[in-house]
């Protein structure tokens, strides 16, 4: 059987009753995590109102959006846009060791049709689960190599994982499915050139998988045949964009094993790469109770990724680069103990003193955190005191991890600092509530229009 088809079986026939306990736990935590990250991108991002004018140049439809009452936009469209907003903050969940962000697109995919279709939460639960399960069984063998050949994991992985949640609730049967996923392989996109130059824009091929996703759905859903190769295809996917995947891997134990429990959630609005050191000094300053005027110098040795996407930026000019420097992180942990999306802005990135700590940031590639990435991505970390003391922390598991997990109440606390000062901070108890008891909803329009307005 190929891979295709044994992915689109498995989503087209597993049902929500069969679904462990723990596991729709874990995707309501998703969703509550996604939405949270969803709303501080759509109030934070630059570039929010030119590329909503872009997007109603490529046509109507009856949908709304995240922040917007107006349905405007089709339902593909729709979800692109979300899904752009939820990975605009950096604040959006990934995979522990594959760089690829999965909730970004998946929640607000499955969010989106459902709210369209007339779903029920059980039904949307379930395209959540499915969505995550197809992204992170494909992206998981292909790890470090696709980020090496320069693809973005999230850009092109994401848009399996669309598919296969809008083939679900669309009732596509298995044989759609496998066509589905081969349009979505075709379709797929994303550079990790995004993340050197462009920032600001990155944020868009994340949200393009929605929409690509979605496409390849609907192509499916009319009889159209796509590549059903193309995985283990000779020309394929895995070829493509990685080398030596274990192919026989991707479908084994499938319904025996979820790996949605494989996500990481994010404390911080940074590339997840920059933050191992960021909470490093922050537990060192909590461990040894010095301050940011003490320090002299801090080293942070990490591995080579890391050092690509977020050790060349020492003063950022722009939020985006913020999101990418792992000095300036560093120096936002030191002076204002902690870093928040506020953080971002211009009265931090030309404070004299965060840019003055953030030119005692020396980073550099350390062999030893180095030979065990991909399987564990973390850094070293050294602070010198001017008094001539030196502290040092190696960390790998952060708070939020699978390894360290937090639960609903931090991700709540969480969620509820995303949306204060927005336009939904006064129904901030009210859609947590209704993320608490999604799988009792006989549809979605009352959580949808509270974020929809």
């Given at each position: 059987?190929?891979?295709?088809e044994?992915l ?11 679904l462990?306990?723990e596991?729709?736990?874990l ?8 939405l949270?990250a ?5 109030a934070?991002?630059?570039l ?6 872009a ?7 009856d949908c709304?959006v995240?922040?917007?009452g107006?349905?405007?936009f089709?339902?593909?469209?729709a979800?692109?846009i979300?899904a752009?907003?939820?990975h ?10 594959a ?11 499955a ?14 639960l379930?395209?959540?689960v ?11 063998g292909?790890t ?5 050949k320069?693809?973005?994991p999230?850009?092109n ?8 949640a809008?083939?679900r609730?669309m009732?596509l ?6 066509n ?25 091929q ?9 496409a390849?759905?609907l ?5 159209m ?9 000779k ?6 964009q990685?080398q030596?995947?274990d192919?026989?891997a ?24 920059s933050?191992?050191?960021i909470?490093?000094v ?5 461990e040894?109770?010095f ?5 002299e110098?801090?080293?942070?040795g990490?591995?080579?990724v ?7 930026i020492t ?5 985006s680069e913020?999101k ?13 103990g ?8 211009p ?20 062999p ?15 602070v010198?005191?001017k008094?001539?003391?030196?502290f ?11 390894e ?8 709540e ?8 000062g927005s336009?939904?901070?006064?129904s ?9 008891g ?16």
């Open positions: 059987m190929l891979i295709s044994g689109a079986e498995f989503t087209a026939k597993v049902e929500y009753g069969a462990p306990r596991v729709v736990r995707a309501k935590e998703r969703i509550l995590d996604t949270g969803a709303v501080a991108g759509e934070d991002w630059e929010k109102e030119p590329f909503l004018n997007c109603r140049g490529m046509g109507t439809g709304a995240l922040g917007s107006k349905r405007e089709p339902a593909a469209r979800a692109m979300n752009t907003f939820a605009a903050a950096e604040l959006d969940d990934g995979h522990k060791n760089g690829c962000h999965a909730g970004a697109v998946v929640v607000p995919a969010l989106t049709m459902g709210w369209a279709l007339g779903a029920s939460g059980a039904e949307i379930t395209a959540v499915l969505g995550y399960e197809v992204v992170y069984r494909v992206v998981a292909m470090p190599h696709q980020i090496r320069g693809f973005h999230s850009g992985c994401d848009t399996f994982g669309a598919m296969a809008a083939g609730l009732g049967s298995a044989g759609q499915i496998a589905g996923l081969g349009f979505a392989g075709l379709s797929a996109a994303g550079l990790m050139e995004a993340t050197v130059s462009g920032q600001q824009s990155k944020c868009v994340v949200g393009n998988a929605a929409y690509n996703g979605i390849a759905a192509y499916a859903r009319e009889g045949a796509g590549t059903v190769t193309v995985f283990e295809g020309s394929g996917f895995f070829q493509a990685s030596d995947v192919t026989g991707v479908c084994r134990g499938l319904g025996e094993q979820y790996h949605i429990g494989d996500t990481y959630s994010k404390l911080y609005p940074t590339c997840r790469h933050q191992p050191a909470e490093g922050l537990d060192l300053m909590e040894y109770g301050g940011y005027r003490e320090v110098a801090v080293r942070v990490t591995h080579q890391a050092m690509d996407l977020t050790g060349r003063l950022p000019e722009s939020a913020a990418f420097s792992l000095a300036y992180g560093v120096a936002l942990a030191l002076s204002q902690g870093v928040g999306i506020g953080h971002l802005g009265k931090y990135r030309q404070d004299p003193v965060v840019r003055e700590l953030a030119g005692r940031v020396h980073v550099e590639v350390d030893e955190v180095q030979a065990l990435y991909p399987a564990r991505r973390g850094a070293r970390v050294q010198g005191l008094d001539g003391r030196v040092q922390k190696e960390l790998y598991d952060l708070k939020g991890s699978p360290n997990p937090i639960g609903w109440k931090e991700l606390q969480k969620f509820t600092v995303n949306l204060k336009r939904f901070e006064s901030t108890r009210r859609l947590a509530e209704q993320i608490a999604f799988e009792t909803l006989e549809r979605i329009d009352g959580l949808m229009g509270l974020l929809c307005q």
